[in-house]
């Protein structure tokens, strides 16, 4: 079966630290991975994706994110935390089924707090 | 480039009422639309899958009947929560796959509209 996991609800990190937000997945097939963030009470909005080439794929607001095939994660990091980094953060993978409309499938997100 | 708007951002209504949100892509052609729910403090739910001219794909356990959708056009889709009930009271969002190169599975997010119902 198809999914996602998000295997941390929170990750408290103080700011200037890295960061990193975990995610593995399992999917049929090539994975088409994406990052994406919410700030409260907003809609979702696009960090990075990694659909084919180098392993390292960068993204907005100073993110990336490493594909690892071999453990099937795709960790979304950050060298040095801002406290405007705090919301939620969910990875996605694209479903494998020729007739699913290329749905994503989705992790169950992560909130990060990032303190002063 | 490629922005979706949702309309209205916040509507409150009365049980049994019936409300629409419209999700538009605002710089490009979306041939599929995406209808989501999300709960306070968890992930989204795929609610339905809606291509240009043809019938919604919903996923098990949502009513049809209940939440209509229409895509009537490349940049146009509806969502109607007919009947409201209070536990319909959430947060809803769209998202559109831009025509032609909907293969990665890349999907643009609208800002969502929080529905209560009294």
């Known amino acids: 079966a198809q999914s996602v996991a998000q295997p941390e609800d929170q990750v408290n990190v103080a700011e200037g630290n890295p960061l990193t937000v975990k995610c593995t997945y399992s999917?049929?097939?090539?994975?088409?991975l994406f990052w994406y963030v919410q700030y409260p009470n907003r809609g979702l909005q696009f960090l990075l994706k990694?659909?084919?080439?180098d392993n390292l794929v960068k993204g907005s607001y100073g993110f990336e994110a490493e594909f690892n095939k071999s453990q099937t994660s795709f960790h979304l990091k950050k060298p040095s935390a801002l406290v405007s980094d705090s919301a939620l953060y969910f990875c996605?993978?694209?479903?494998?089924?020729?007739?699913?409309?290329?749905?994503?499938?989705w992790g169950a997100g992560t909130k990060l707090i990032i303190k002063p | 480039g490629a922005v979706v708007s949702q309309h209205p951002s916040r509507v409150i209504c009365k049980s049994g009422t019936s409300v629409k949100i419209e999700c538009r892509s605002l710089?490009?052609?979306?041939?599929?639309m995406f209808w989501y729910r999300q709960f306070p403090k968890q992930s989204l739910m795929l609610m339905a899958t809606?291509?240009?001219?043809?019938?919604?794909?919903?996923e098990q356990g949502v009513e049809k009947d209940k939440f209509l959708i229409n895509h009537a056009s490349l940049t146009l889709s509806t969502l109607t929560v007919t009947s409201a009930h209070p536990e319909d009271s959430s947060f809803y969002i769209c998202?559109?796959?831009?025509?032609?190169?909907?293969?990665?599975?890349?999907?643009?997010f609208g800002p969502g509209t929080r529905l209560t119902v009294l």
């Open positions: 710089d490009f052609q979306a041939t599929t």
């Open positions: 998202s559109a796959g831009r025509a032609g190169r909907n293969r990665n599975g890349e999907q643009f």
């Open positions: 809606s291509n240009e001219g043809s019938k919604a794909t919903y």
């Open positions: 990694y659909i084919t080439g």
């Open positions: 999917v049929s097939g090539n994975p088409y």
């Open positions: 996605a993978v694209r479903a494998s089924r020729t007739d699913s409309n290329y749905q994503l499938i």
